[in-house]
């Protein structure tokens, strides 16, 4: 039986940890695909234009919803970022399992269009940690990581519309716990009615025979 690969949307509080988790899934792991979202922000130090996004003008992006290539896109502290929608389709179709990490307001988007995606919010064991590691990253200013944090508020509000919530207290353990959610899905009911459909034609086929 061939396999369609399961979409998978990460979102999560600034500075949760969900770039590392799925830089360990993809690390430890061969059946995942990352997409790589474009995004008129900044590049950050260390960044590498199409590894970590890619980077363009405002003017750039908005051609690219004009020409319909996202499958979704958000803004998210003053820039957008968006989702390339070819390649998403293509290694779906090649039965990866493809990781999205993204914001809760595309997440939705995305949830619409497609019904059996799986969504996992990835949360931090307390407040605390969390605004630690927003500093500690030390890749923003004060006034971003505000804004990040009052965002996070915002975001808590729709986080019942996600599958699975994933607390990240220890990341080894975390990442193993993710891919095991994401595992178990391909034996979700609703992802395998065809082959079920299959399997009843031919028993009646058989019974039929007799
Ligand atoms: P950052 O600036 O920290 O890299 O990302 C900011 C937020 O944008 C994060 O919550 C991240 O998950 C989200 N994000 C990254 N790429 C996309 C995308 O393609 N679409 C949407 N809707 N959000 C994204």
């Given at each position: ?102 914001e809760i307001q ?43 944090l009052l965002r996070a508020i915002e975001e808590s509000e729709g ?52």
């Open positions: 039986m061939s396999r369609k690969g399961i979409l998978t949307i990460i979102s999560g509080f600034s500075g949760v940890g969900k770039g590392t988790l799925v830089n360990n899934l993809m690390n430890m792991y061969d059946n995942y695909a990352l997409s790589i979202s474009a995004t008129t922000r900044n590049k950050r130090e260390g960044e590498v234009d199409k590894v970590n996004y890619f980077f363009m003008t405002k003017e750039e992006f908005e051609s690219k919803i004009e020409n319909n290539e996202f499958l979704e896109y958000a803004n998210y502290v003053g820039n957008y970022y968006g989702t390339p929608k070819a390649y998403v389709e293509e290694m779906l179709n090649e039965g990866k399992d493809v990781l999205l990490e993204i595309g997440a939705m988007k995305v949830k619409e269009i497609m019904k059996d995606a799986l969504l996992i919010f990835v949360m931090p064991p307390s407040a605390k940690v969390l605004k630690d590691r927003l500093v500690g990253r030390g890749t923003e200013t004060k006034e971003v990581i505000d804004k990040r986080i019942e519309n996600y599958d699975y919530i994933l607390v990240n207290d220890n990341l080894d353990e975390s990442t193993k716990r993710l891919h095991d959610i994401i595992n178990v899905q391909h034996d979700a009911s609703s992802r395998n009615y065809k082959f079920i459909n299959v399997i009843r034609e031919d028993i009646k086929n058989f019974s039929e025979g007799d």
